[in-house]
């Protein structure tokens, strides 16, 4: 992993940073290292663990209290699985749909909203779930900003060494 998880003074996760500029922020003496991994990075006259968590002495604002609605987010936020069937697809075999549906007052928006295949989209119709005993596996809600952020990213699964900061709520 050369990947190090920067936190707010307030301990909220804000990015992912290489572990090259983590050194240089310990460095320059803007950070505090909260968390080591076991690899040593070594220069010519300083050795020191890579970081894997570190913190911001100041405050900065962060950008990831708001996740912006969009349909690649909610398959990102349900990971590409159906929430009828449980299936996962590729993007192009998926589809949005209402829980309650737009013709019987639904509202486009995160809680309202899951990933399904276009085969139990089809099934469901303009249906409420109990009139077709099709209920989403997860209760969908707003997605955490920094865990969205991650999955853009592209961190499916994060170190052992963020557990311990990835869910703060923002």
Not at 79 to 85: A, K, L, V
Request: with cysteine; hydrophobic share 35%; glycine share 4%.
């Amino acid at each position: 992993m050369d990947r190090t998880l920067l936190l707010n003074t307030t301990f909220e996760p804000i990015s992912v940073l290489s572990w090259k500029k983590a050194i240089t922020l310990v460095y320059l003496g803007k950070v505090e290292v909260l968390k080591e991994y076991e690899r040593e990075i070594r220069g010519v006259s300083i050795s020191i663990r890579q970081p894997a968590v570190i913190r911001l002495l100041t405050l900065v604002r962060s950008n990831h209290t708001n996740v912006k609605f969009s349909r690649r987010n909610v398959f990102l936020r349900d990971d590409h699985t159906c929430q009828y069937c449980g299936e996962k697809f590729d993007a192009k075999h998926l589809t949005c749909d209402h829980i309650v549906p737009k013709s019987r007052g639904g509202i486009t928006e995160w809680t309202n909203i899951v990933t399904s295949c276009i085969a139990c989209n089809l099934k469901k119709g303009d249906k409420l779930p109990d009139e077709v005993k099709m209920h989403p596996r997860k209760r969908p809600s707003r997605p955490n900003g920094f865990y969205m952020f991650i999955l853009h990213l592209g961190v499916k699964v994060p170190p052992d060494y963020w557990r311990d900061y990835m869910f703060v709520r923002n």
